[in-house]
């Protein structure tokens, strides 16, 4: 396929801009960078009914999430719980910001954002634990944050997208909470570079080959703990019962065929799963949904999928 022209403008911008490639600073200048890019010029910010800041307990001490409240009346709503891209090691809540307000006003329901541990300073499974403990604690505390617990998705990008796979399979083996969807956009769900696809697109296309072993370097410990599921989540032995899942890859992405790969085994399994490859898109797209028509797609489209979930799985 052809490269998508808003997609091939916005690449010679980033390349103008002189911004640092990814993987090429040290964590603490790379976590300035990456914010410093997400705060792009010219992405406004829609209103959400309310926002709150709040901190919940997790296990290596507090976790911060933020609350994104679509709706003000009293009925209970659905939830997504967000878990933010940035390869283990950067992104924060702000980063995400603007997803997560498109996600809270498009499916009409409450976001909440887990601002994760990160990397090198917190190693895997750091993020794991507090994702899953954050995921745990909304829905222990349903009627506090007036949702649905009956009807609790999680999603993210990226690594975000891999930390949401690996909570799905842990509430799964746990027994709690019961999910109703995954979202994943562009997850990440091994840690090998032996795909097509991070051979093809392993350079040029913003997310490198060589960024993703920096990620890697930073997030394990060993490269033994690749082959753990909690950190490469397509190496799962049994992937049936797992949440139904709505799975966005894009064509120019090194990632793009382990999350298509990772949909598939789910299909076998008799998982539910809508997987959309965008073409003519790279690595992170969707979060240029304010400049990029595909993005802007992405977005609407995943969206509805969502919506539709939460309103399948509605208590009678």
Not at 20 to 42: D, M, V, W
Not at 65 to 83: C, G, K, L, W
Not at 226 to 243: E, M, Y
Not at 283 to 309: C, D, I, P, W, Y
Request: contains cysteine; aromatic residues 8%; glycine residues 8%.
């Amino acid at each position: 396929m052809v490269m998508d022209a808003q997609m091939k403008t916005i690449l010679k911008n980033i390349e103008a801009s002189g911004s640092p490639p990814l993987g090429s600073l040290p964590p603490k200048q790379e976590r300035e960078a990456f914010i410093a890019t997400n705060k792009t010029p010219g992405k406004k910010l829609e209103p959400v009914n309310k926002i709150v800041n709040r901190n919940i307990q997790g296990p290596g001490g507090n976790i911060p999430i933020r609350i994104y409240n679509y709706s003000r009346d009293t009925e209970r709503q659905p939830v997504m719980v967000f878990f933010h891209g940035g390869g283990f090691v950067t992104g924060n809540l702000e980063t995400h910001d603007y997803i997560c307000r498109a996600i809270t006003n498009r499916a009409e329901c409450v976001v909440v954002s887990v601002d994760y541990r990160l990397a090198p300073e917190h190693q895997f499974p750091a993020a794991v634990e507090d994702c899953y403990a954050a995921t745990q604690w909304i829905s222990q505390h349903a009627t506090e944050l007036n949702i649905d617990p009956s009807r609790i998705a999680v999603g993210g990008d990226s690594s975000g997208g891999n930390l949401a796979t690996v909570v799905s399979y842990q509430a799964k083996q746990k027994g709690s909470p019961k999910l109703i969807c995954q979202m994943l956009l562009y997850p990440l769900t091994q840690f090998s570079f032996d795909t097509v696809s991070r051979r093809e697109n392993g350079k040029g296309y913003v997310l490198t080959k060589k960024a993703l072993k920096y990620y890697r370097k930073h997030y394990l410990k060993t490269l033994e703990e690749a082959k753990n599921p909690f950190a490469s989540p397509l190496l799962i032995d049994d992937v049936s019962n797992l949440p139904p899942a709505i799975i966005v890859t894009a064509e120019y992405d090194p990632l793009r065929d382990e999350g298509e790969a990772y949909g598939k085994r789910l299909k076998e399994a008799g998982v539910p799963v809508t997987l959309t490859r965008y073409n003519g898109v790279i690595h992170g797209f969707v979060a240029m949904a304010a400049f990029l028509k595909q993005g802007k797609n992405a977005l609407e489209e995943t969206t509805v999928l969502l919506r539709s979930a939460f309103g399948e799985g509605r208590s009678e």
